[in-house]
T-cell receptor, first 112, second 116 residues
Framework: NAGVTQTPKFRVLKTGQSMTLLCAQD?????MYWYRQDPGMGLRLIHY???????AKGEVPDGYNVSRLKKQNFLLGLESAAPSQTSVYFC???????????FGPGTRLLVL | AQTVTQSQPEMSVQEAETVTLSCTYD???????LFWYKQPPSRQMILVIR??????QNATENRFSVNFQKAAKSFSLKISDSQLGDAAMYFC?????????????FGKGTLLTVNP
């Protein structure tokens, strides 16, 4: 039982490049989330999903897209990376609303 | 909108001593959840303790306990018998219990240093 895993752990992009961050969970959780963490700030929700095939916008969705084609995977895409997207990205999952969210180890992204 | 405030950017404690981290929040809701998460240098977010607002009894998990004061909107974390492995950033978080609000609202964190 690996819990929540994220790929890759670290990535450097040039402005305008695209990439996809992968989140996988093996706990059969319905709910999945993508957060970003910036220095001096707590985590902020980018997008979330309440089940396979569903996605919704969070607090800071601009510049990101997501997909949840399989229940266990939640993908975060950057179509045209910008330096403002330099951050640490965390994925989380939970069994249902109101239940505890379990976090992955994070992905550090640097956009030059 | 809900807000979470951690007024102590940094705290330090001697090994084996007790330390209390402060958290206050602002909400108009009556039912919600509160959490403390620990983030060590590895950056992984680890759940420390959780409190349901409808429960009057303070949550405890081994050396970790909370002082939940609902009327004062205060949710402090007490770490007893501090250990070197407790050194980390600690985040207080709020979550609504109803509607379509699924997100956690985090405070800015308190960096805890444990001195040997």
């Amino acid at each position: 039982n690996a819990g929540v895993t994220q790929t890759p752990k670290f990535r450097v992009l040039k402005t305008g490049q695209s990439m996809t961050l992968l989140c996988a969970q093996d706990m059969n959780h319905e709910y999945m989330y993508w957060y970003r963490q910036d220095p001096g700030m707590g985590l902020r929700l980018i997008h979330y999903s309440v089940g396979e095939g569903t996605t919704a916008k969070g607090e800071v969705p601009d510049g990101y897209n997501v997909s949840r084609l399989k229940k266990q995977n939640f993908l975060l895409g950057l179509e045209s990376a910008a330096p403002s997207q330099t951050s640490v990205y965390f994925c989380a999952s939970s069994y249902s609303m109101g239940r505890t969210q379990y976090f992955g180890p994070g992905t550090r992204l640097l956009v030059l | 909108a809900q807000t979470v405030t951690q007024s102590q950017p940094e705290m330090s404690v001697q090994e084996a001593e007790t330390v209390t981290l402060s958290c206050t929040y602002d909400t108009s809701e009556s039912d919600y959840y509160l959490f403390w998460y620990k983030q060590p240098p590895s950056r992984q977010m680890i759940l420390v303790i959780r409190q349901e607002a409808y429960k009057q009894q303070n949550a405890t998990e081994n050396r970790f306990s909370v002082n939940f004061q609902k009327a004062a909107k205060s949710f402090s974390l007490k770490i007893s018998d501090s250990q070197l492995g407790d050194a980390a950033m600690y985040f207080c978080a709020y979550r609504s219990s109803g509607g379509s609000n699924y997100k956690l609202t985090f405070g800015k964190g308190t960096l805890l240093t444990v001195n040997p």
